[in-house]
Each structure stands twice: as C-alpha cells, then as structure tokens.
C-alpha cells in the first residue's frame, strides 16, 4: 500500500481565460467568484523544462514571451519518444488501487526517462456531470492524475470515444485538472482551434509536433464555439500537417488516431488507405488504438504506422492481467529509428517483459505485421 499523501487544493482561475471560448464553456463550471474547487493528489506538478504552455491554455494564460503553440524546448542530440495505449485510471482499477493511487506505475521507469511519453487517456477526468446515453461510460477521478505525473506520462491524447461520457461538464474539467497537473493534451480542446492545436517539442535543431484526432461519433467534434474532439478528417489533417512544416520543413510529425473495430487483430482496407494518404502528405508516424488488442506494425514509404497498441492500463473491464506493449520512436540527426518494447500488466501493475515472456508478445507483433509489404521487423 502506498503512502502517499491526498491533499485538496483549490485553485483560481482567470474567469478571463474561458471568455474568449464562446458559448461552449457550461455555466457550471466556475462559481460567481471565478473558484474552481478541485481534489488533487500529491505529485502533480508542471514540467519544470517547460517554455511553452498546454494544449488547451486560453489566451490570456499564455507566457509573455509570445510563444502560444504548445512548445518545450529542450538540449539534447535525440529525441526519445514513447507512445501506449488506451489508459483508464477508472473503474476496475480505481476500485482494486483505492487509495494507492500508483498502484499501476510502482517500479516501472520506462517513461521517465523519455522526452516524450504519450497515452490514450480514455475517460474524462472529473467526479462531475451526467452519464450521456451509452452502454458505457467511464471517468477517472482527478487523484489519479498524479499516477500518470510520477511515472513520467507528460501527454496525452483525448481524442475518443469516452472522452464526452459525462457531457460538456466532464469535458471542461477534464480540460482544467490536466492544465493544472501540468500534462500536455492533443485531439480535445475548448474550441475547434484548441482541439486542432499540437503538441511540439523542439531539442536542439530537432522538432517533432503531434496531432490527435477521432472520427467516431460518440464525442462532438469541435466547433468555433463549441468544446469538443478534433475530427479524423483527411483535409483537415492535411491542412494541420501543412501548418507544422510551414514552421519547420524538417519536423517529425506524428499523428494519434483513435479507430479501428474493437478485438480485430487487424485494419480493414479503410484504415490502411487512410494511414498511407496520412504518410503521403507528409506525416512520419501514425499511432493507432481503440480495439483494445494489440495489432500490425506497418512501415510505408519514409513512415511507419502502428495500427492499434491496444489497452495500456484499462479500468474499463476486470481484466488485471494481460500482455501488451510501447512503441518507441528515437530520433537522432533528423533519422527515426523505432523499436517496440513487450510489456505486461500483472494485478494492474505495469512492467517491462523479458526472455521468453517478451519474446511471444515481439512474435506475436511480427505475425501480425506479415500481412504488410514491409514492417519494422524485416527492414
């Protein structure tokens, strides 16, 4: 059982910063004296190399520096990134860690070390709202957060089907315990500007810039003045992708789609399609997830597509143990070098498999990458 100390904070902001979002923002959401009452865990924290702002900071909460993209810049020869699967801190787990809220991480380091460490955080975060009408819904209370700070997730993308569970009250405090735990989101935002808005590290004379998108129609997409989900939209990805290169030509864009049909252990057609017309217009890798189980690694021209990485830490059902895995890009002198690393979720914990019980889930992926005309275990 973890130690950890749970304290509450309350925190003010701006009521300035949500003026300028339209009508999207729910009434509910601050009080007449701008307070938000929030119930944070011990550990959440900004990222202290930060110079840029999160993904979804209104205006007036930008630095003065003018820098309002989203940007950490950071010294270093390479850029190591790391991206798993759908996360829910929620349900099942919630209920099995209780109060150590860690429960998942305890040991597990692979993330700390990386400049990017990125998961599907599949649920709002908020103990708020109404369920919508689904079969399931799901929500993270906002304790967990400090789970995902200490193992080292610093990103996330919340474009899913579960992001809009409990309705736009869910969604803007999703919105707001992120900002303040300091973890950087793609793929949701206050407005369509936000939802649309990268994330962007620059090392040195390196840049990468992610993108999150889902095209399902269980979260509203974004509008000018509504809160909601970047849309999977190929001209709308094309149009994002453009902006990043018109900033700099030689960035590695990377771009996290949630799709697919659950438990298939492969794309269909559609998805392939889609995956390579993303490469074709200037895209580097694509991050898929949604069906839960792991799936192909295809690689296609100068870029790489890893079709589904499956459930990282899913509360969503009562399945504590089970196989799955990271997918590692490492980019050194303009050139990505990708690897995928086996990992197994034991009674919730998270570790890093190895011998025999790593190689069945590398075998496993190299079986279902054959399907393809090249993938990463061949080239």
Not at 108 to 133: C, H, Q, S, W, Y
Not at 157 to 167: E, K, L, P, Q, R
Request: glycine share 10%; charged share 20%; with cysteine.
């Amino acid at each position: 059982m973890s130690n950890r100390l749970i304290i509450a904070a309350v925190i003010v902001l701006p009521i300035a910063a949500f003026a300028l979002v339209g009508d999207g923002i729910p009434s509910s959401l601050t009080s007449g004296s701008g307070k938000v009452d929030t119930t944070l865990s011990e550990g959440l924290r900004s990222s202290p190399d930060s110079t840029g702002v999160q993904a979804g900071a209104a205006p007036d909460m930008l630095p003065k520096n003018g820098d309002s993209s989203g940007v950490q810049q950071q010294d270093s020869a390479s850029i190591v990134m790391r991206f798993a699967g759908d996360c829910l801190l929620g349900g099942h787990y919630e209920r099995a860690a209780a109060h150590d809220v860690g429960l998942a991480f305890e040991g597990f380091t692979m993330f700390r070390d990386a400049d990017i460490a990125l998961v599907n955080l599949e649920n709002p975060v908020t103990t708020r709202g109404r369920k919508v009408p689904k079969t399931y819904n799901f929500r993270m209370h906002p304790r967990f957060l400090a789970a995902l700070t200490e193992a080292g997730i610093g990103v996330v993308s919340i474009a899913n089907n579960h992001i809009f569970d409990y309705g736009s009250e869910g969604l803007f405090d999703t919105f707001l315990y992120l900002d303040s735990a300091g973890i950087r989101y793609v793929g949701a935002g206050r407005n369509v500007s936000e939802a649309r808005r990268p994330y962007v590290l620059r090392k040195v004379a390196q840049s990468v810039g992610i993108l999150g998108y889902y095209g399902g129609g269980e979260a509203p997409g974004a509008t000018v003045k509504r809160g909601g989900v970047a849309r999977r939209d190929l001209a709308t990805i094309r149009e994002d992708v453009r902006s990043l290169h018109s900033a700099d030509s030689s960035m590695f864009v990377v771009v996290i789609l949630h799709w697919g049909t659950e438990l298939a252990e492969a794309p269909d057609q559609a998805q392939r399609a889609f995956a390579r017309a993303l490469i074709d217009a200037g895209v580097d890798a694509v991050i898929g997830h949604h069906p839960h189980v792991l799936q192909g690694i295809e690689k296609y021209r100068n870029g790489v597509i890893v079709y589904s990485l499956g459930n990282f830490v899913f509360g969503g059902n009562s399945r504590h143990t089970y196989t799955t895995g990271i997918f590692e890009i490492v980019l050194r002198d303009q050139q990505p070098s990708y690897r995928f690393i086996p990992i197994g979720v034991r009674e919730w914990r998270v570790r890093v498999l190895e011998g025999k019980d790593a190689e069945r889930v590398l075998n496993n992926v190299r079986s279902l990458s054959h399907r393809f005309p090249s993938t990463i275990f061949t080239d």
